[in-house]
């Protein structure tokens, strides 16, 4: 039973920093995809970064230069670090972990297991 839960969240003025844990069980192996993506009411979900298959890391547009994806192995955790917020990136933020293929599209219909998410407000 995979199960991802999302945490550190928050509200944060503009130019502000967060950093986003997403603490994964423990049958997540190497070999799986894991991304965060984030959702606007009304809007699709969007991918924010993602390691692939071979651990490669990918980011969408509009976190490149600003979001850092990470993982800690032994700590069985997905950190996204968000640096210079925008009003723009208030979203609910989801991590996200896929056993089969993934790639550079960043696409969350290639993703099978989601956890609740996490409230990310910047204002």
């Known amino acids: 039973h995979v199960q991802l839960v999302e945490s550190g969240g928050g509200s944060v003025q503009p130019g502000g920093s967060l950093r986003l844990s997403c603490k994964y069980s423990t049958n997540i192996r190497r070999g799986y995809c894991m991304g965060w993506f984030r959702q606007v009411p009304g809007n699709e979900r969007e991918g924010v970064a993602v390691?692939?298959?071979?651990?490669?890391?990918f980011y969408g547009n509009s976190a490149e230069g600003r979001f850092t994806i990470s993982k800690d192995r032994s700590q069985k955790i997905l950190y996204l670090d968000m640096n210079a917020l925008k009003p723009e990136d208030t979203a609910m933020f989801y991590c996200?972990?896929?056993?089969?293929?993934?790639?550079?599209?960043?696409?969350?219909?290639?993703?099978?297991?989601w956890g609740l998410g996490t409230q990310v407000t910047v204002s």
């Open positions: 390691f692939d298959n071979e651990e490669r890391i």
């Open positions: 996200a972990a896929e056993p089969g293929f993934c790639n550079s599209r960043l696409r969350a219909e290639d993703f099978e297991y």
